[in-house]
């Protein structure tokens, strides 16, 4: 699946596995890493739920048409589905009870 990143640093969190783990620590970075490649690896976006540790959900309210995944406990890691079932854009990784 085509990832197609919403900030110039995500899409270097994703390449540079040192820079991920220097802005969220250890555990989130290596497990953004491995969440995207997982991700990158499928062939369109209903693959993804059939993952049940991703955890994938939609949001709703202000963020309808987003869906999040777990990374860790308090991390998670917002989706959009893009414009072909083979795309996914990556909006952004948050700690939701900061």
Same mark, same amino acid.
């Given at each position: 699946?085509?990832?197609?990143?919403?900030?110039? @640093?995500? &899409?270097? +969190?994703?390449?540079?596995?040192?820079?991920?783990?220097?802005?969220? =620590? +250890?555990?989130? =970075?290596? @497990?953004? &890493?491995?969440?995207?490649?997982?991700?990158?690896?499928?062939?369109?976006?209903?693959?993804?739920?059939?993952? @049940? +540790?991703?955890?994938?959900?939609?949001?709703? =309210?202000?963020?309808?048409?987003?869906?999040?995944?777990?990374?860790?406990?308090?991390? @998670?890691?917002? $989706?959009?589905?893009?414009?072909?079932?083979?795309? $996914?854009?990556?909006?952004? $990784? &948050?700690?939701?009870?900061?």
């Amino acid at each position: 699946m085509q990832l197609i990143f919403h900030s110039r @640093r995500l &899409e270097r +969190a994703f390449r540079d596995p040192a820079f991920a783990v220097r802005l969220w =620590g +250890a555990d989130v =970075g290596s @497990r953004y &890493e491995q969440r995207l490649n997982l991700i990158q690896a499928q062939t369109d976006w209903n693959r993804l739920f059939l993952f @049940r +540790a991703l955890n994938l959900h939609p949001l709703r =309210g202000d963020r309808a048409g987003q869906f999040a995944l777990r990374l860790t406990g308090r991390w @998670r890691l917002i $989706v959009q589905p893009g414009t072909s079932p083979a795309q $996914v854009h990556i909006m952004f $990784v &948050e700690d939701y009870h900061a």
